[in-house]
């Protein structure tokens, strides 16, 4: 009898695509720190309604690709904890919030955001993070989703989304059912 041996050949690390999300499945520390490519951010902000006299803000601005590229004629502000300045410390009124917000705190980012914002919010985030519950919070905050966009983002977890929440319109463009279906 041929006694067989098996070999286990270590797979060489490679940074494929289906690696880099499998990175992020399994981080144990949130990083919250991800660049929204320029030409996608002022996509996003074309997709608000505009008045000369709105102001303008980005609560978590770092590269500026939104807050950047807000429209010129319009007054506008930012915050970024990195230069310290905290938005939830944050309370003036703004008519548009447009950014993409660090995940692990979304909750708390909606919650503040709806409370200075006099019009829309957009956010851009991953598609898991609409949850019922969330659209359940904006609606209980006045706000209704008004628009949806979803795409996907080179290195962002699955796909993204960009969401309007609204504060001019009373029912959002989608149903939605909080009861858990078994
Ligand atoms: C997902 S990144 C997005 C950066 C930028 N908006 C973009 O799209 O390129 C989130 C940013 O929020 C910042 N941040 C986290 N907590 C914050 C806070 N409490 N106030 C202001 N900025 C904060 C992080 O430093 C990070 O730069």
């Not at 003036?92 to 919010?121: G, Q």
């Not at 929440?165 to 989608?174: A, E, L």
Request: a positive charge.
């Amino acid at each position: 009898m041929v006694k067989r041996t098996i070999k286990f050949v270590k797979k060489k690390k490679t940074n494929t695509y289906s690696q880099i999300n499998h990175n992020i499945k399994n981080r144990k520390v949130a990083r919250d720190v991800f660049i929204t490519p320029e030409p996608l951010a002022k996509m996003l902000i074309d997709t608000h309604i505009n008045k000369p006299e709105y102001i303008w803000f980005d609560p978590f601005r770092n590269s500026g690709h939104f807050y950047n590229n807000f429209p010129f004629q319009n007054k506008k502000d930012w915050c970024e904890i990195l230069d310290n300045k905290d938005f939830f410390k944050y309370d003036k009124p703004v008519d548009i919030i447009s950014s993409n917000p660090p995940y692990s705190l979304i909750d708390k980012v909606m919650a503040h955001s709806f409370k200075i914002a006099r019009h829309e919010v957009g956010y851009l985030i991953g598609i898991n993070n609409l949850t019922t519950k969330r659209i359940e919070v904006a609606n209980k905050a006045g706000f209704y989703i008004k628009y949806i966009q979803m795409f996907k983002v080179y290195k962002f977890f699955g796909f993204s989304i960009y969401v309007i929440f609204s504060k001019d319109i009373d029912k959002n463009i989608i149903d939605y059912n909080r009861t858990i279906w078994r």
